[in-house]
């Protein structure tokens, strides 16, 4: 696995995201249903697709774990890692991450893996309500820039 250097990272998601902004600048905005329309609209054989990971109401298509908690009793950090473009991993050595600072740089070895392998699956994290505060703020200052139909979807009020 390779990293480009930081500050030349132009890949072709650019362009994609470029298409994605010049929709969004000509198109009103008012719920996460207009934004999957500007993602499906902007461009014409369709690279952009939106996908949502949940809505306005609080339902939720995709889950989120506690990755970090579950993997950090058995695993160490790795120092540094922003200093390194390359990564590789081998079967021989599953406990190591071999890193790189550059192409041509000596491959260092790094054990990650302090002792056994996490068994098990980690903790499902809750989805978490918006405080009082945003709800308010929601309501007074954004609710206004709304179509009608989407203010109470979008900006209820709630607090």
């Not at 298409?19 to 198109?27: G, Q, S, V, W």
């Not at 918006?130 to 703020?137: F, N």
Request: charged fraction near 30%; glycine fraction near 4%; proline fraction near 5%.
């Amino acid at each position: 696995m390779s990293f480009l250097l930081a500050g030349h990272t132009k890949f072709a998601p650019d362009s994609c995201f470029g298409l994605l902004k010049r929709e969004f600048k000509r198109t009103y905005v008012s719920c996460l249903d207009d934004i999957v329309d500007v993602v499906n609209n902007s461009t014409k054989d369709k690279i952009n697709r939106a996908c949502l990971v949940g809505n306005e109401k609080g339902e939720q298509f995709v889950h989120y774990y506690d990755w970090e908690s579950f993997l950090r009793p058995s695993f160490r950090k790795l120092v540094g890692i922003k200093s390194f473009h390359h990564f590789s991993f081998s079967a021989d050595h599953p406990e190591s991450v071999f890193v790189q600072e550059y192409s041509k740089s000596a491959k260092i070895e790094i054990k990650l893996l302090k002792g056994d392998s996490p068994t098990g699956f980690p903790t499902k994290l809750p989805i978490q309500d918006m405080d009082d505060d945003r709800k308010k703020y929601l309501f007074t200052d954004i609710r206004q820039f709304c179509r009608p139909e989407t203010r109470d979807l979008v900006c209820p009020e709630a607090f």
